[in-house]
């Protein structure tokens, strides 16, 4: 489910017990090692069949559920071939003390059995390496077909991490020097390595297949010529470029749909190659080049602008191609200092919501002309409804989506830390409130005490459900139906072992009307999923569905900090407010952050949240009702046109720009090069 329904038990806290855990099995590996040792020198064949059974059951729990250990080993020079190779030499000494006089004689071709094993394992590393070498194209795509790279499945997982492989591998040879321990019986010793020598050719010639020509997707060289190729049959006039971290993909995810609702030819250009399996779905081609020298391959290409929603370390890499006009579009915007970052005079021009941004930016001087900014609204926010009238129901629903902590540590940033719990029992107290708790993804990512804020407001929410009872809708099945429609259509299927070669062979050129239909699902499961939730039960909300706006268009009021959100939420005219953590007096924090205005300012206390919801429940005891519509002009802009046309009128100017610049350009760069070429001709 995409909430919290407050019905599952609280879980047991684990997490305490990670440090013994490890501990214990740190200590188990080194205890058999340490036992096998003494067993295969005194010799003692019970305790020695024991060590090493018990190394291996240990080395299974290390691979299934503590690999963070395994990088701990390796540091310190045990890895697993260097602990696979103990384990085996120490029942070769326990089977030559074992044996009688001719024992060196009797178990040399079981020794070399065991160093040819050895060696295909290395040969199958030396291999496997180069495969995945010919399996890192310079280019990685999505919604493209690039069948003419060669691509092709992945190897099995197998064959590719050394540490699976060795256990597999080498389990029969332990296994068959193990039973000779027990039975004295070489020939048991002689099957297992027989039966790993074999496993181990099998799996060479596997990897060795793969770097034949024919069955090896395209060099580096021919992966370019076929971008520069596709990117001159595409013809792409408007890419949205994106860099970041894992967690940031959101940033990017909301412009994912205006984008492509633009006239022309839109793409998207991403840098790291784990963002493009973080991309929500969309029909947008999607390239990601990691390499400055391969990014620079788009000055030569029909992209006219690119669209900037983060800025990023290797932003600087891209605004340097002079054949593309680059704007600064932001992911959200708020009044706090990132809003309006010097940074932004890097790019041609700064796309904001509405006239208060241009304010903004006048006002911090940070080196962004006036002239320079574009008012475009907000497109994402077409799909809030706006305000119906005060709250029918039974219940008004209320939204708390407080932002994150943020990184310079100012306690205005979130009223999780100071004022989470005490806002979240005042909304549960009036027994009329059904809340919506939707904390900011980031939430604890820097400061612990969010992170801990946020687990104890969740468990206030459950603790609240506990207490209430009522109907819940009967189940038809309707989500569940959706759900699976959704996820067909949004949903890329891979093998567990999928490389990145693998999933663009999977995620090629979608099929025509994916889009729509993907459209259509999404607001058939935002139906059906708010349906199928009794309408007295609180929710924590945390999954990627349903989306913040869906949210919007459920609440009755909004409890927030000073972030995108309250402007986002504005788009609705619905009520809002916006606890004050900052320390600052009422009229101070008006005054210093514009999007307030129209707000209910909350103390870290909770006071004044009965006369909120009294306000929201009878239209007449709402003052700020005028207020809001102003405030949604000056930070949205007008309603007509819409947001969409007026955003797609700054990229077709925007546009032409760099038509006519590029227009400029080509000529003085022919005069350049006819230049160079007279001075450098024979007798010039």
Request: glycine share 6%; hydrophobic share 45%; charged share 20%.
């Amino acid at each position: 489910m995409s909430a919290d329904l407050g019905v599952t038990a609280v879980p047991f806290p684990l997490s305490r017990f990670r440090i013994p855990v490890k501990v214990l099995t740190v200590a188990a590996m080194a205890v058999a090692l340490c036992a096998q040792a003494v067993a295969a020198l005194r010799p003692h064949v019970p305790l020695l069949i024991a060590a090493t059974v018990l190394s291996l059951a240990v080395e299974g729990v290390l691979y299934r559920w503590q690999p963070g250990i395994l990088s701990v080993f390796a540091k310190s020079h045990m890895d697993i071939t260097v602990r696979h190779v103990v384990r085996d030499l120490l029942l070769v000494v326990g089977l030559l003390l074992l044996g009688g006089q001719d024992r060196e004689s009797a178990y040399a071709p079981l020794v070399a059995g065991l160093l040819a094993f050895y060696a295909l394992h290395c040969m199958i590393q030396a291999v496997s390496v180069l495969v995945r070498r010919t399996r890192t194209l310079p280019v990685v795509t999505r919604n493209i077909d690039a069948s003419a790279l060669r691509l092709s499945p992945a190897p099995p997982v197998l064959l590719r991490r050394p540490g699976h492989r060795l256990l597999a591998f080498g389990l029969p040879a332990t296994a068959g020097l193990l039973a000779t321990a027990a039975t004295a019986d070489r020939r048991w010793a002689a099957l297992g390595i027989a039966l790993s020598l074999g496993l181990a050719v099998l799996g060479l010639c596997a990897l060795l297949l793969r770097l034949l020509p024919s069955r090896r997707p395209a060099t580096e060289q021919q992966a370019l010529d076929w971008l520069d190729t596709w990117l001159a049959e595409y013809r792409p006039t408007v890419g949205l470029y994106f860099s970041g971290g894992p967690s940031s993909a959101y940033q990017a995810n909301m412009w994912l749909e205006p984008l492509a609702k633009l006239e022309g030819r839109p793409l998207i250009v991403l840098r790291e190659r784990f963002m493009v399996q973080k991309l929500a779905p969309t029909d947008v081609p999607v390239i990601c080049l990691p390499k400055v020298s391969t990014l620079m391959r788009l000055e030569q290409s029909t992209l006219q602008v690119l669209i900037h929603p983060s800025n990023s370390g290797k932003t600087s890499q891209v605004v340097r191609i002079p054949t593309i006009k680059h704007t600064f579009v932001n992911h959200g915007e708020s009044d706090k200092l990132s809003s309006c970052n010097p940074y932004a005079k890097a790019y041609d021009e700064v796309w904001v919501a509405g006239p208060a941004a241009r304010e903004r930016y006048a006002l911090a001087e940070v080196g962004v002309e006036d002239k320079d900014v574009v008012e475009i609204g907000r497109p994402q926010l077409d799909a809030v409804r706006p305000y119906a009238g005060p709250p029918t129901g039974t219940y008004t629903t209320v939204l708390y989506a407080p932002t994150w902590e943020g990184w310079d540590g100012n306690p205005g940033n979130t009223s999780v830390i100071e004022a989470g719990e005490n806002l979240v029992r005042a909304l549960l107290a009036d027994p009329g409130v059904r809340l919506l708790y939707k904390p900011h993804p980031l939430t604890g990512s820097v400061d612990p005490r969010a992170g801990a804020a946020d687990l104890r407001i969740r468990e206030l929410v459950r603790a609240a459900n506990r207490e209430r009872s009522g109907t819940r809708p009967a189940d038809d099945g309707e989500l569940g139906r959706v759900t699976a429609e959704l996820d067909r259509l949004t949903t890329s299927v891979f093998r567990s072992g999928a490389d990145q070669v693998e999933r663009m062979l999977a995620q090629s050129a979608p099929g025509a009307g994916r889009a729509d239909a993907v459209a259509r699902a999404t607001a058939a499961w935002d139906e059906a999923y708010w349906a199928s939730l009794p309408e007295w039960e609180h929710q924590i909300v945390t999954e990627a569905r349903p989306a913040l706006y869906s949210c919007f268009n459920r609440a009755d009021l909004l409890v927030s900090d000073v972030s995108s959100v309250v402007s986002d939420f504005l788009a609705s005219g619905k009520p809002y407010a916006v606890a004050n953590t900052s320390g600052l007096a009422e009229d101070v924090f008006r005054k210093a952050f514009p999007t307030v205005r129209a707000a209910t300012v909350l103390t870290p206390d909770a006071a004044g949240i009965k006369e909120l919801l009294e306000s929201v429940r009878d239209p007449e005891r709402d003052e700020l009702a005028d207020a809001r519509a102003e405030l949604k002009r000056q930070l949205l802009g007008p309603d007509e046109p819409s947001s969409q046309e007026r955003f797609n009128a700054a990229v077709q100017q925007l546009c032409s720009a760099a038509e006519e610049r590029r227009a400029r350009m080509i000529p003085v760069q022919r005069d350049e090069t006819a230049a160079a070429a007279s001075s450098a001709a024979p007798g010039a």
